[in-house]
């Protein structure tokens, strides 16, 4: 008997192999709706059953390490949605289905809606980082998009009330659930644009199922997000649940409250900051008069080590100019510290912790009328000893000596006039007196006589 011509002669292994790579490569994963029948699970853990609707069935497997994901557990006779991959089981040559994902059929296909809008404004560009705009900081006016009667609205209230009782709040309040509820939302969104009194929105409300919060799974919605001119932050449902409407807000918040926690700043926070910054004004208070200090101590030390007249005025004067420096540094601080305290109490003043405010105002005064204290106290002591060394320079100076009566005469070569023997009759001697000098001529030169010593008795 002799073989019919073919091109290639396959074996029954070699025939399975081709087709389920024809399946997995052409077929791909696939989205069924159908009728679960025949489940089982083994003690491997895995799934099998059976697909069908009314005119055919299919065999089904999903492994373990996938339905662990499953929130649910499949019954016969339950409708699903399953997400699979195409398969042949080759040692008996029955083709399969892999299953990826299970949902009940509902929610299956308001996943696969959910899905093909995500990918579709996806590549449009709405869920660009370039588009987000930054929230303010701070806030001066918040609005709340959300029902009037829910949960998030009282949580975001809650939280805003405890972090900045003074944030201003506007409530644009909408349906969050139902057919209506994409169209007001959209509304709700393009009159506080229209209106522009708030400078950040939430848009939110609480958990629910998936169709609860379906609302915020529009595309409507998701438009109007986008072309809000003011910074949108969403906040639907809980952490775990995830909207179209986070993928295009400028900011995703888990929850309401956390939303609210977002866009309100912590007047504690502010209260700790004001402290730092009164802190940090002492110290540089207390390192400037430092330096001041060292830097008069090295003045009054040069101006003791040097003894002519013309330096100690250079040195008076340089240091009236310093004390009148410290002074206007000092005025200028004090100054400047009164400006910053008049602003922290204008903005505590509007969040009204009188309490707080008035402690401070007093540490402040004290702390002023100490420093003006330490600063005159300072001023009296230079000012004491720097007439103490001009009296010293006074009484060890070569005038007060002259003022006595005293006069000091020099030759032509400059040398002061001691001997009889530096002179010589004709030149011109220059003599120094208490106010001036005289000029004089050697007529004569007369030693003196020396006293005769008595002799000793013999």
């Not at 004491?384 to 005469?409: H, K, N």
Request: hydrophobic letters at 35%.
């Amino acid at each position: 008997m002799s073989l019919p011509v073919s091109p290639s002669i396959f074996t029954v292994s070699r025939l399975n192999q081709t087709v389920r790579q024809l399946l997995e490569m052409e077929m791909g994963q696939i989205w069924l709706s159908a009728e679960i029948s025949n489940f089982s699970q083994p003690s491997s853990g895995h799934w099998y059953f059976t697909l069908k609707d009314d005119r055919a069935q299919v065999r089904c497997a999903m492994f373990r390490n996938t339905n662990r994901r499953t929130t649910f557990r499949p019954q016969n006779g339950q409708q699903v949605l399953v997400r699979a991959s195409i398969t042949l089981y080759e040692p008996r040559g029955d083709y399969q289905l892999i299953a990826e994902s299970m949902q009940p059929a509902g929610d299956g296909l308001l996943q696969q809606q959910f899905d093909q809008l995500k990918q579709r404004l996806s590549a449009e560009g709405l869920f660009d980082q370039q588009f987000k705009q930054p929230l303010p900081s701070p806030a001066k006016r918040v609005g709340v998009i959300t029902s009037a009667s829910g949960a998030a609205l009282h949580d975001v209230l809650q939280v805003l009330q405890r972090r900045d009782p003074s944030l201003p709040i506007i409530i644009y309040p909408t349906s969050v659930q139902g057919a209506e509820a994409p169209l007001q939302i959209v509304r709700a969104i393009e009159t506080a644009n229209r209106r522009d009194e708030c400078d950040v929105l939430i848009v939110g409300r609480g958990g629910g199922s998936l169709e609860d919060l379906w609302s915020f799974n529009d595309e409507r919605v998701a438009r109007a997000i986008f072309a809000s001119r003011i910074p949108i932050v969403s906040a639907v449902g809980h952490e775990t649940d995830v909207t179209i409407a986070d993928f295009v807000a400028d900011l995703r918040a888990p929850t309401p409250s956390a939303a609210a926690e977002l866009v309100s700043r912590n007047q504690l926070e502010l209260l700790r900051q004001l402290q730092s910054q009164q802190q940090r004004m002492e110290m540089a208070m207390d390192y400037y008069l430092a330096q001041r200090q060292q830097q008069f101590t090295r003045i009054n030390h040069r101006l003791q080590q040097q003894h002519p007249h013309l330096r100690l005025a250079r040195q008076q004067t340089l240091l009236f100019k310093l004390q009148r420096r410290l002074e206007d540094g000092m005025q200028n601080q004090l100054r400047l510290s009164s400006r910053r305290s008049e602003r922290a109490q204008q903005r505590l003043a509007q969040m009204q912790p009188q309490a707080r405010i008035h402690r401070y105002q007093q540490r402040v005064q004290q702390q002023e009328y100490r420093l003006q204290q330490a600063l005159e106290r300072q001023l009296n002591a230079w000012r004491q000893r720097f007439g103490v060394a001009c009296s010293q320079l006074e009484a060890v100076s070569p005038l007060a000596t002259l003022a006595r009566g005293y006069s000091v005469t020099q030759t032509p070569r400059g040398e002061l006039l001691k001997t009889t023997k530096q002179a010589q009759v004709g030149e011109l001697l220059k003599t120094r007196l208490q106010d001036g000098w005289v000029e004089s001529e050697v007529k004569t030169i007369t030693l003196a006589k020396k006293p005769r010593k008595k002799r000793a008795a013999e």
